[in-house]
């Protein structure tokens, strides 16, 4: 028959009176359960939880009851080759009715190759974001003192003499590129670092005067991070023992926050604490930690959102999980430690 002539309708049709032999390569986890070939899900793998019609009026048709997916043996292709794309589910079910020889084998081996060239490209990215995140940081001024930085922390009443250094993590770039005016600004960059104490990611900042004084800039997004951040940690404090974060003693507490405001403005009152800025509520509980840290302070948010809320008890149950002894601290007034200052 011509490919061509075929509807979606009788290509589905067809492949139904061949439903048996079908499923069987489709789900080869799974097994006949009466006029039924059961699996564990699209996958193919041993389990009840999807369900096809082998036989009469309902054969072909599939219904998976965990993932809330259901077609006819045509959808059934394109759920477990294809990705859902239809079209190429439409290809390989003509090829799999006579038009050519293309196997499961083969479509399979097709979808592994192109998952690990994407998976490749993906790693490709991530690694030439993390070189252009070091050197961004790198080619920054490293004395911040003086600078809008200082004058931008300063606004925010922070006040970086009553330190006895500033923090290493930040610096001051004059001229950095921001793609949403696509022009370059001043901008605040604070290194992320992974346990190992290698730069993964750079947080930015980009600043502008209103009124002679320094403030976050006027955009949508005055605030991103270049590079993946998951896991790293922008290093505020080193705290009275004054070592890197994999030296860290038993008895140490290591507290952490989201912003680098906030976790600065804690720094003020406590400068003998290790602090550590997540940058973000989705990392806050997935900081590394050397297995030596057994003590967390989460610095959280006065945030009584159903969301902020379930970020605070994700993180709380990451650190618990890891066998740490977690306390949380939250700011006497105000949405964060930061407005404790005003």
Same mark, same amino acid.
């Given at each position: 028959?011509?490919?061509?002539?075929?509807?979606?309708?009788?290509?589905?049709?067809? &492949? !139904?009176?061949?439903?048996?032999?079908?499923?069987?390569?489709? @789900?080869?986890?799974?097994?006949?359960? #009466?006029?039924?070939?059961?699996?564990?899900?699209?996958?193919?793998?041993?389990?009840?939880?999807?369900?096809?019609?082998?036989?009469?009026?309902?054969?072909?048709?599939?219904?998976?009851? $965990?993932?809330?997916?259901?077609?006819?043996? @045509? %959808?059934?292709?394109?759920?477990?080759?294809?990705?859902?794309?239809?079209?190429?589910?439409?290809?390989?079910?003509?090829?799999?009715?006579?038009?050519?020889?293309?196997?499961?084998?083969?479509?399979?081996?097709?979808?592994?190759?192109?998952?690990?060239?994407?998976?490749?490209?993906?790693?490709?990215?991530?690694?030439?974001?993390?070189?252009?995140?070091?050197?961004?940081?790198?080619?920054?001024?490293? %004395?911040?003192?003086?600078?809008?930085?200082?004058?931008?922390?300063?606004?925010?009443?922070?006040?970086? $003499?009553?330190?006895?250094?500033?923090?290493?993590?930040?610096?001051?770039?004059?001229?950095?590129?921001?793609?949403?005016?696509? !022009? $370059?600004?001043?901008?605040?960059?604070?290194?992320?670092?992974?346990?190992?104490?290698?730069?993964? !990611?750079?947080?930015?900042?980009?600043?502008?005067? =209103?009124?002679?004084?320094?403030?976050?800039?006027?955009?949508?997004?005055? +605030?991103?991070?270049?590079?993946?951040?998951?896991?790293?940690?922008?290093?505020?404090?080193?705290?009275?023992?004054?070592?890197? &974060?994999?030296?860290? +003693?038993?008895?140490?507490?290591?507290?952490?926050?989201? #912003?680098?405001?906030?976790? @600065?403005?804690?720094?003020?009152?406590?400068?003998?604490?290790?602090?550590?800025?997540?940058?973000?509520?989705?990392? &806050?509980?997935?900081?590394?930690?050397?297995?030596?840290?057994?003590?967390? @302070?989460?610095?959280? %948010?006065?945030?009584?959102?159903?969301?902020?809320?379930?970020?605070?008890?994700?993180?709380?149950? =990451?650190?618990?999980?890891?066998?740490?002894?977690?306390?949380?601290?939250?700011?006497?007034?105000?949405?964060?430690?930061?407005?404790?200052?005003?």
């Amino acid at each position: 028959m011509n490919r061509a002539k075929l509807s979606a309708a009788e290509l589905s049709a067809m &492949l !139904a009176q061949s439903m048996e032999q079908l499923a069987r390569e489709l @789900l080869p986890g799974g097994r006949r359960n #009466g006029a039924e070939w059961q699996c564990g899900s699209v996958a193919g793998e041993a389990g009840k939880s999807l369900s096809v019609h082998l036989y009469g009026a309902k054969a072909g048709v599939w219904k998976d009851f $965990s993932a809330g997916q259901s077609g006819d043996p @045509l %959808d059934l292709v394109a759920a477990c080759l294809t990705g859902g794309d239809l079209s190429e589910a439409y290809r390989w079910a003509s090829n799999w009715l006579g038009l050519t020889n293309e196997t499961v084998a083969i479509r399979r081996a097709e979808i592994k190759e192109k998952s690990e060239a994407a998976q490749k490209e993906q790693q490709a990215h991530e690694k030439n974001n993390r070189a252009t995140a070091r050197k961004m940081w790198l080619d920054a001024c490293p %004395d911040i003192i003086g600078t809008p930085v200082a004058a931008y922390l300063a606004g925010r009443r922070i006040d970086l $003499s009553k330190l006895d250094h500033p923090p290493g993590a930040l610096r001051f770039a004059p001229n950095h590129y921001c793609h949403e005016v696509r !022009a $370059s600004l001043p901008a605040m960059l604070a290194a992320i670092s992974n346990l190992e104490g290698k730069i993964i !990611a750079v947080h930015q900042t980009w600043l502008s005067q =209103h009124g002679g004084q320094w403030t976050k800039a006027n955009l949508q997004c005055a +605030k991103k991070v270049l590079g993946r951040m998951s896991g790293g940690y922008i290093p505020l404090r080193k705290g009275a023992a004054g070592t890197p &974060l994999k030296q860290i +003693k038993p008895g140490e507490v290591i507290a952490i926050g989201e #912003g680098i405001e906030t976790c @600065l403005s804690v720094a003020l009152a406590c400068p003998d604490l290790r602090i550590l800025a997540a940058v973000s509520l989705s990392n &806050l509980g997935s900081v590394r930690l050397p297995d030596a840290a057994r003590n967390v @302070l989460i610095l959280a %948010d006065r945030d009584e959102a159903p969301a902020a809320q379930q970020g605070l008890r994700r993180a709380i149950d =990451h650190y618990l999980q890891d066998g740490r002894d977690v306390r949380v601290a939250k700011p006497p007034k105000g949405k964060d430690f930061n407005d404790v200052l005003g």
